[in-house]
């Protein structure tokens, strides 16, 4: 898949901030997939994500629960499926319910459970930069929800996006 935006934070407040940009273009039954080494990032960016949700309290990592609920603006459901072991696991996190709850559906590994995720996606691939708190953004839209976002995505991410993308947005 490649990636219809990429951007560039240099901290991880950048990247919470980033997250806060998504966020505000999020709407009820949305899915966002962050993927991306262990440390990339993912859970940074559920926090800025959250906050921008109006989430008062802390995000973390849903690892060992594999599904956390924050109730805010919209409410976020924060899944990691990281320790799943087959696809038909993902039928107990009950996915199609979660999309129908006026939420917010995020997803940590969540490229691990595209052959059974709805064709309707933000994926967000987080990669390590050269410095130790850089960090490089690939953002694919897949289906029409996200599709039809893009240039508001692009408009909304244009301080952390590269070149081409940034003359893109600057152009919307």
């Given amino acids: 898949m490649s990636a219809d935006l990429t951007a560039s934070t240099a901290a991880p407040e950048g990247t919470r901030a980033l997250a806060a940009a998504v966020a505000e273009l ?23 994500f959250g906050r921008a949700l109006g989430v008062d309290e802390p995000i973390t990592s849903p690892t060992f629960t594999l599904v956390n609920r924050y109730d805010g ?6 899944l990691d499926v990281y320790r799943l072991d087959r696809l038909d696991e993902v039928a107990d996190l009950a996915l199609a319910e979660l999309l129908d709850d006026e939420g917010v559906v995020l997803i940590e590994w969540g490229d691990m459970i595209t052959p059974v995720l709805p064709a309707d996606y933000l ?35 244009a301080p952390w996006l590269a070149d081409a993308d940034a003359a893109e947005a600057d152009s919307c």
């Fill in 26 to 48: 999020s709407r009820p039954g949305d899915l966002v997939l962050l993927t991306g080494d262990l440390g990339a990032g993912k859970t940074a960016f559920a926090q800025g």
């Fill in 73 to 78: 603006r919209l409410t976020l459901h924060h």
């Fill in 123 to 157: 994926e967000i691939h987080i990669s390590l930069g050269e410095g130790d708190d850089d960090r490089h953004f690939a953002l694919s839209t897949v289906g029409s929800r996200w599709s039809a976002r893009r240039r508001a995505l692009a408009a909304a991410l």
